[in-house]
């Protein structure tokens, strides 16, 4: 009888510990999608970048959403290029994203929200973060990268 209860005590155990597992990938599904609009950015200071990672997709061949009015939507023209190009898993954990926004320019830069403590410092970095910067004007993301 004793094994009985232990068996049924396992089982129970290990359905917890797996419902608690599906929980929290739908819990990163569900993360807000911005988590804060920094400010500016200049396009300058990501020319390097811009020409390392530079893509030749049309607006219409990213199915980009014409005019970007608003950090959401920057949000979510990056985060369509980034699923495709990274997976689903890496690039929801990178949820919320931070958005900034270059007006002279009329570009969106938005990164992914992976936050690292380096060697017990008080000094946070951003670390193995996805990265766009897209076109205002048409919603194209003219580059996109991750650092490793």
Aim: glycine content about 6%.
């Amino acid at each position: 009888m004793k094994k009985i209860y232990v068996n049924v005590f396992i089982v129970c155990l290990a359905v917890l510990l797996l419902l608690g597992g599906c929980s929290s990938k739908r819990d990163e599904e569900q993360k807000e999608l911005i988590v804060d609009i920094l400010g500016a950015f200049s396009l300058e200071d990501y020319e390097f970048e811009i020409n390392e990672f530079w893509r030749t997709k049309s607006a219409e061949e990213q199915g980009a959403t014409g005019k970007i009015e608003s950090a959401e939507e920057a949000a979510i023209n990056a985060e369509r290029v980034w699923l495709d190009a990274y997976g689903t898993e890496e690039i929801l954990r990178q949820r919320p994203y931070i958005v900034r926004f270059d007006k002279e320019n009329d570009h969106w830069l938005v990164l992914g929200n992976l936050w690292e403590v380096q060697d017990n410092s008080q000094d946070d970095i951003l670390s193995s973060s996805a990265y766009a910067i897209i076109d205002g004007e048409d919603g194209r993301v003219i580059a996109f990268w991750q650092y490793e």
